[in-house]
């Protein structure tokens, strides 16, 4: 079953015209709070975040035939290193997928250096970013992950 899930995905950099599919991903309190994404609670005022994101190309999405069913977000952090984080609907989760998108969106962007913040607790998130190769630089309640760094 992973194999064929996997080959149902499929990833592209978000434009502004995924804003509704974005937010209707976003809308899932539990699922953007199990991420680590504080979204603000006014809704004009997290549409207005995510056409940021969008028109800076932040977002990359994951899609099953028409619907957004995952996002791996990168923000700047300094002069070329960037914060990584991403999210997958529940349905989706549990086979590798997050992964292998993962892993797929290093091979398209090999030049980012990636640093990604994973609650203690969230083994399934450690999981994705040791099997690509992202190497644990702290731990504590949150363990820092980074990649593409020398």
């Given amino acids: 079953m992973q194999n064929a899930q996997q080959a149902k995905l499929k990833g592209r950099w978000l434009t502004s015209a995924d804003l509704p599919a974005v937010m209707a991903l976003?809308?899932?309190?539990?699922?953007?709070?199990?991420?680590?994404?504080?979204?603000?609670?006014?809704?004009?005022?997290?549409?207005?975040?995510v056409i940021n994101w969008l028109q800076e190309r932040y977002l990359w999405g994951l899609w099953a035939g028409a619907q957004l069913v995952g996002v791996i977000a990168t923000f700047p952090l300094a002069e070329a290193e960037w914060a990584l984080g991403y999210l997958l609907a529940p349905a989706w989760q549990g086979h590798g997928l997050m992964t292998a998108a993962v892993a797929t969106f290093l091979r398209a962007n090999p030049t980012l250096a990636l640093v990604a913040e994973?609650?203690?607790?969230?083994?399934?998130?450690?999981r994705v970013l040791e099997h690509n190769g992202f190497q644990r630089q702290k731990q504590g309640t949150v363990f820092t992950y980074r990649h593409g760094q020398e």
């Fill in 26 to 49: 976003l809308a899932d309190e539990a699922l953007t709070q199990a991420a680590g994404l504080t979204l603000a609670p006014d809704p004009a005022l997290r549409q207005w975040a």
């Fill in 118 to 126: 994973v609650a203690a607790t969230n083994r399934a998130s450690q």
